[in-house]
């Protein structure tokens, strides 16, 4: 998806931050109070067993919510309530259909403020990355919900003797398996092409950051979605997540997060041919040749690691760079790190801020000494941060003197962790981008087009972004090779993955029928 343009603090950011701060109280309040529950069939639910478990904000580790804890048993009955309403909803008419995603849209801008903030304390991304999620999950409803007309659109591919017309159905009830990072928006952006496709969702958002998908849940609900279009369950996905990936009345699954996660759903989903889509790992290369415009490279080499928080499927990881300009490039770039600002996510000023759980944050400090253990150098960070309200802050990251074997160029760490890499010339370049088991992105800077053009061609990636950053655009394909994923997400590939095709022959009346047992 694009990415946000950081708003304008410079004339009183202290004031912003006290503001964010404002907001934020009764929300908390009410959150607290309220808990979160499931949504099925209409109705904001608690779990068959009763059971619950704490939901925590990673600035200071204390208690958001108490959250439903799904069990099989409610996603049997959100199961059985997507299929009871998809009738319906298939049959609704593609205006009505519209209409209505697009009062959700409408919803949503009008919570964006709330929003981004609770997003903030959830997750622990930066606001100025968040203050336009909300935008950005209404421009996902409204993209598709323009786009309900064209969904069952097919072919037309004649014959002598037949017209042969395809057309597209919805293919059902259909599980949706939404990561942590960026929750509210990633979230709309497969709920809502399954929504206007005319499917049914159960939706099992992240354990770890359930704050905005309760707030989802209500705004759908609020803005008049039929009970039993949307229904959400929280909790484990070890629980939850494979109850749902088994069920039978779930048709297919959409799923976003890593890619071990990814392969066990298969598994799970084999024995009722699942459907699915996955969007997975990365370990994305950006790849500077000593021809690109070097000041705009580094801007997006900085962008694309340290943004939201490193944590980020997309984030260019590994920095391919070239000798002959390796040490100049690598002495701005370390410059550029130590100078981010890390703190509180509300703070307009934080441009990094608390990793989202305490054992994500032993995860990503662990590459610190793996680093050191390969024989690489951290140049920059290498340590927790001691941030406001001694949450799960850890400092921007800088790994040189890396080889392509080392761990910290093969696994991801999903965080502000950047492996600097050189290479000799486009072979080289070429052959170390693809020498990992990912395949979601990969970054190419250089004055030369044809190399450019080359370059692209030979990476084994499926999103390439030529002398740019990550800049999404809602009709393209978005999704990844190897064990990065598999499917497209964006404009009609969604449609391709939430419906079925049917072939219809129209016989022109006029071609001979074989005639069997006649005397």
């Known amino acids: 998806m694009a990415d946000a343009a950081p708003p304008n603090t410079k004339a009183d950011p202290a004031a912003a931050f006290q503001a964010n701060l404002d907001r934020a109280t009764p929300l908390l309040k009410t ?16 779990s068959s067993s009763g059971e619950v478990f704490e939901t925590t904000s990673p600035i200071d580790n204390c208690v958001l919510a108490q959250v439903a804890r799904g069990t099989a048993d409610d996603i049997d009955r959100a199961a059985q309530a997507a299929k009871r309403a998809f009738p319906a909803w298939r049959d609704m008419a ?22 981004a903030v609770l997003e903030c304390i959830d997750t622990g991304q930066a606001h100025r990355f968040m203050a336009k999620a909300a935008i950005r999950a209404a421009e996902n409803f409204r993209f598709f919900a323009d786009r309900c007309s064209e969904a069952r659109d097919g ?133 500077v040749f000593d021809d690109a415009d070097l000041d ?81 150098t951290v140049a920059v960070g290498g340590a927790r941060f001691d941030g406001p309200g001694g949450g799960h802050y850890v400092q921007p990251t800088l790994v040189t003197g890396a080889r392509s074997d080392m761990r910290v160029a093969q696994e991801e760490v999903f965080g502000p962790f950047l492996t600097v890499i050189p290479f000799r010339d486009e072979a080289d370049a070429i052959a170390i981008a693809n020498d990992v088991r990912y395949g979601l992105t990969g970054y190419v800077w250089t004055g030369d087009m044809g190399r450019a053009l080359r370059v692209a061609d030979a990476l ?3 999103m390439i972004w030529l002398n740019s950053e990550n800049v999404r655009h809602l009709p393209t394909p978005f999704g990844g090779m190897k064990q990065s994923g598999i499917g497209r997400d964006g404009g009609d590939y969604s449609f391709e993955f939430y419906m079925e095709t049917k072939h219809v022959s129209l016989a022109r009346g006029t071609h001979k029928i074989q005639k069997l047992g006649v005397v």
């Open 94 to 115: 593609a205006s009505a259909r519209r209409k209505l995603l697009h009062k959700v849209a409408d919803a949503i801008e009008a919570r964006a403020d709330d929003i």
């Open 296 to 376: 705009r490279a580094l801007d997006a080499v900085v962008f694309m690691i340290y943004s939201l928080n490193g944590e980020r499927c997309t984030s260019s990881s590994r920095l391919l760079i070239q000798q002959g300009i390796a040490d100049t490039f690598v002495d701005r770039l370390a410059a550029r790190g130590r100078a981010l600002k890390v703190g509180h996510p509300l703070d307009p000023a934080t441009e990094i801020g608390p990793l989202i759980h305490q054992r994500h944050l032993d995860k990503v400090c662990s590459y610190f000494d793996i680093a050191k253990q390969d024989g690489a």
């Open 155 to 287: 072919l037309n591919t004649p014959s002598d003797e037949h017209w042969n017309v395809s057309t597209r159905v919805p293919i059902g009830p259909v599980g949706v398996i939404t990561p942590w990072n960026t929750p509210f928006m990633l979230s709309t952006w497969k709920i809502a092409p399954a929504l206007a496709a005319g499917c049914t969702v159960v939706h099992k958002p992240a354990e770890w950051s359930p704050v905005t998908a309760d707030l989802l849940s209500r705004i759908c609900k609020d803005a008049g979605l039929p009970d039993g279009v949307l229904n959400t369950v929280h909790g484990f996905g070890e629980e939850a997540g494979k109850a749902l990936t088994e069920h039978p009345a779930i048709k297919a699954i959409a799923f976003v997060g890593e890619t071990a996660t990814g392969a066990a759903i298969m598994a799970q989903g084999a024995p009722t041919l699942k459907r699915v889509h996955f969007e997975l790992g990365g370990k994305n290369p950006v790849i």
């Open 460 to 462: 084994e990636a499926g």
């Open 31 to 46: 959150l607290k109070a309220d808990g979160i529950g499931h949504l099925i069939d209409g109705a904001i639910v608690p």
